[in-house]
């Protein structure tokens, strides 16, 4: 009988629990993908202790019969165990035939299943099976698991605190119900709704489940395609940051994985238009033929590769950059402040997903930190943001020299100075730097700049690339360089300074230049550099000037760092503040 296959291998069992199973989130993944194998609609998981003192995961699938009950305990047992090639042509998510085996090798399993006939309640524990008898005839699938690596003192050690397990699980059920927005997920703890989404269908209403309506009404569809990828989802204007990647799901032919291209490309589209520090929040799916996904055979793994993926990034890239494009509004002021009712435990939870993440990913984080490189779009943008460059700003006066006030019909503006001439400086120079025929200037007299050996090495090596951007730079005597033409976009009185600053960023790349890269950054630095600052008093058409030119650049919302660079107050914020209106 089973009962005996199950007994002899239970020691197996036993050494590659950890394999698949390693903390109360791998349980309940391995629950949860079994319900959606068995076609469920609805899942609930109830965790007690955030899974440490029991997980219970109920579906509404087809259920098991009392066979199939028994042999999914078996290792191997399952048909679903398929070549690793076969991995992404079968429906099945649950292609690892030793998950459950190996969690009832390590825990106490109670389970109750039935297709719509007699049930069946099994109970196993640490593999040995206690109870086999009948039950009532729910359709469907109940499983609970108990005192988790209750036998494997060394694993046990492992699970981290209630708090963290929670996080773990929670993120995992945010992200599957993400990808299966037609099926309802419900997650509680200790009998507290933490996740709910209704099974709709429709993925802006999941994405609402999920992150709240601060979130949900700042979502921006997109939809592309190319000859081997579709992609389709929700991206959120950069008002709505977070500090982890965390939340860059990317799900593909149906799967959530992890890919650090794609999360890249993401993120590269979203220059200038964020800190580099902050993520932003998208939905992305991917649909393609499945020959073209590699699936790493690590079962625990969410990793893939994908063939022609650099269609796909750029695909993903052009995609949003142009729906940002198309899509900014400035962000109202009432909207960021109302924007924290959230239920506290969930934030506590988010915070502790964000600090783990921060832990994994320090790494990744430091490469990624780098410049990242804008190319020109291919895409044709033939409406750029029609109604901003209409916008007219009128100044009213500034705080601090700093933060000027504007005006129009439609509310009021808080303006940062500082951050609004960079971004008119940083188009402007990228420009210019990018034009081929840029006219040039004689220096009134000749600069001559002193490095060390290595600088030295490293400019000489990009003499031409700086010839070809209209500086004219020539050797002069040892490891000195002598400059006596410079463009002409090069703000006057700070010449020099400014060719000190591009011959120091050239040095910083060393052999790691990149022309489009240096561009990028020399027009950020010297936009800050050439920027009025804070504190500075500017006149009343200073100020008007600024606006207007601020309102024709390409992303009139942020400084080329990514912060804010205005801020607006409807008049229906006013009212609101002011409690002339009361909703
Ligand atoms: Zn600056
Ligand atoms: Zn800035």
């Given at each position: 009988?089973?009962?005996i296959?199950?007994?002899?291998?239970?020691?197996?069992?036993?050494?590659?629990?950890?394999?698949?199973?390693?903390?109360?989130?791998?349980?309940?993944?391995?629950?949860?993908?079994?319900?959606?194998?068995?076609?469920?609609?609805?899942?609930?998981?109830?965790?007690?202790?955030?899974?440490?003192?029991?997980?219970k995961?109920?579906?509404?699938?087809?259920g098991?019969?009392?066979?199939?009950?028994?042999l999914?305990?078996?290792?191997?047992?399952t048909?679903?165990l398929?070549?690793?090639?076969?991995?992404?042509?079968?429906?099945?998510?649950?292609?690892?035939?030793?998950?459950?085996?190996?969690?009832?090798?390590?825990?106490?399993?109670d389970?109750?299943?039935?297709?719509?006939g007699?049930?069946?309640?099994?109970?196993?524990?640490?593999?040995?099976?206690?109870?086999?008898?009948?039950?009532?005839?729910?359709?469907?699938?109940?499983?609970?698991?108990?005192?988790?690596?209750?036998?494997?003192?060394?694993?046990?050690?492992?699970?981290?605190?209630?708090?963290?397990?929670?996080?773990?699980?929670?993120?995992?059920?945010?992200?599957?119900?993400?990808?299966?927005?037609?099926?309802?997920f419900?997650?509680?703890?200790?009998?507290?709704?933490?996740?709910?989404?209704?099974?709709?269908?429709?993925?802006?209403?999941?994405?609402?489940?999920?992150?709240?309506?601060?979130?949900?009404?700042k979502?921006?569809?997109?939809?592309?395609?190319?000859?081997?990828?579709?992609?389709y989802?929700?991206?959120?204007?950069?008002?709505?940051?977070?500090?982890?990647?965390?939340?860059?799901?990317?799900?593909?032919?149906?799967?959530?994985?992890?890919?650090?291209?794609?999360?890249?490309?993401?993120?590269?589209?979203?220059?200038?238009?964020?800190?580099?520090?902050?993520?932003?929040?998208?939905?992305?799916?991917?649909?393609?033929?499945?020959?073209?996904?590699?699936?790493?055979i690590?079962?625990?793994?969410?990793?893939?590769?994908?063939?022609?993926?650099?269609?796909?990034?750029?695909?993903?890239?052009?995609?949003?950059?142009?729906?940002?494009?198309?899509?900014?509004?400035?962000?109202?002021?009432?909207?960021?402040?109302?924007?924290?009712?959230d239920?506290?435990?969930?934030?506590?939870?988010?915070?502790?997903?964000?600090?783990?993440?921060?832990?994994?990913?320090?790494?990744?984080e430091?490469?990624?930190?780098?410049?990242?490189?804008?190319?020109?779009?291919?895409?044709?943008?033939?409406?750029?943001?029609?109604?901003?460059?209409?916008?007219?700003?009128?100044?009213?006066?500034?705080?601090?020299?700093?933060?000027?006030?504007?005006?129009?019909?439609?509310?009021?503006?808080?303006?940062?100075?500082?951050?609004?001439?960079?971004?008119?400086?940083?188009?402007?120079?990228?420009?210019?730097?990018?034009?081929?025929?840029?006219?040039?200037?004689?220096?009134?007299?000749?600069?001559?700049?002193e490095?060390?050996?290595?600088?030295?090495?490293?400019?000489?090596?990009?003499?031409?690339?700086?010839?070809?951007?209209?500086?004219?730079?020539?050797?002069?005597?040892?490891?000195?360089?002598k400059?006596?033409?410079?463009?002409?976009?090069?703000?006057?009185?700070?010449?020099?300074?400014?060719?000190?600053?591009?011959?120091?960023?050239?040095?910083?790349?060393?052999?790691?230049?990149?022309?489009?890269?240096?561009?990028?950054?020399a027009?950020?630095?010297?936009?800050?550099?050439?920027?009025?600052?804070?504190?500075?008093?500017?006149?009343?058409?200073?100020?008007?000037?600024?606006?207007?030119?601020?309102?024709k650049?390409?992303?009139?919302?942020?400084?080329?760092?990514?912060?804010?660079?205005m801020?607006?107050?409807?008049?229906?914020?006013?009212?609101?503040?002011?409690?002339?209106?009361?909703?």
């Open positions: 009988m089973g009962k296959n199950i007994m002899s291998e239970n020691l197996s069992n036993k050494i590659s629990a950890g394999e698949v199973v390693e903390k109360a989130a791998s349980v309940v993944k391995e629950l949860v993908e079994n319900s959606i194998d068995a076609l469920a609609n609805d899942i609930k998981v109830e965790l007690i202790n955030g899974g440490l003192n029991g997980i995961v109920i579906d509404n699938g087809i098991m019969d009392k066979d199939d009950a028994l999914a305990f078996q290792r191997h047992a048909s679903k398929l070549r690793e090639d076969d991995l992404f042509f079968i429906d099945t998510l649950g292609f690892r035939g030793e998950a459950l085996p190996s969690i009832a090798a390590v825990s106490e399993v389970l109750t299943t039935s297709t719509g007699v049930g069946t309640h099994i109970k196993i524990k640490g593999g040995k099976l206690l109870v086999n008898e009948n039950s009532d005839s729910l359709i469907g699938t109940k499983i609970e698991v108990k005192n988790l690596f209750y036998n494997t003192p060394a694993r046990l050690k492992y699970l981290k605190t209630e708090a963290t397990e929670l996080a773990n699980c929670v993120s995992y059920l945010e992200k599957i119900a993400l990808s299966y927005p037609n099926i309802s419900k997650l509680t703890n200790n009998e507290r709704v933490i996740v709910n989404t209704s099974g709709s269908g429709n993925l802006k209403k999941t994405i609402h489940e999920i992150y709240g309506l601060q979130v949900s009404s979502l921006i569809e997109i939809k592309a395609s190319n000859d081997d990828y579709d992609i989802g929700y991206i959120c204007k950069p008002e709505i940051l977070k500090s982890n990647r965390y939340h860059m799901t990317t799900i593909v032919n149906g799967r959530v994985v992890r890919n650090n291209e794609l999360n890249k490309a993401i993120n590269d589209a979203y220059y200038t238009y964020k800190p580099d520090i902050k993520f932003p929040i998208v939905v992305i799916n991917i649909n393609t033929d499945p020959t073209l996904i590699d699936v790493n690590h079962p625990t793994k969410q990793d893939i590769k994908l063939s022609k993926i650099s269609g796909l990034t750029d695909l993903i890239m052009n995609t949003i950059k142009n729906a940002l494009y198309n899509n900014l509004l400035i962000p109202s002021a009432l909207g960021r402040i109302e924007a924290t009712n239920v506290f435990t969930k934030k506590e939870i988010n915070k502790i997903i964000e600090d783990n993440i921060k832990e994994e990913k320090k790494e990744e430091q490469t990624e930190l780098d410049l990242f490189t804008v190319e020109e779009s291919p895409l044709d943008i033939v409406s750029p943001n029609k109604e901003v460059k209409q916008l007219k700003l009128f100044p009213v006066g500034a705080v601090h020299g700093t933060y000027i006030i504007a005006e129009n019909e439609d509310g009021m503006y808080l303006i940062d100075q500082h951050a609004a001439q960079e971004r008119i400086n940083y188009e402007r120079f990228f420009k210019a730097l990018k034009d081929s025929k840029t006219t040039t200037i004689k220096t009134l007299f000749p600069i001559t700049i490095l060390n050996a290595s600088e030295a090495l490293i400019i000489k090596e990009h003499l031409d690339f700086l010839n070809s951007i209209g500086f004219k730079i020539e050797e002069f005597g040892i490891n000195t360089f400059i006596s033409e410079h463009p002409t976009w090069l703000l006057q009185g700070y010449e020099e300074e400014s060719i000190r600053r591009i011959i120091d960023l050239v040095i910083s790349y060393g052999n790691k230049f990149d022309p489009d890269k240096f561009r990028e950054g027009a950020i630095t010297l936009a800050c550099k050439m920027s009025i600052k804070a504190n500075m008093h500017i006149s009343k058409e200073a100020m008007s000037e600024l606006l207007d030119e601020l309102v650049t390409d992303n009139p919302y942020n400084c080329p760092h990514g912060r804010p660079t801020i607006k107050f409807t008049n229906y914020d006013l009212e609101r503040m002011f409690k002339r209106v009361m909703n």
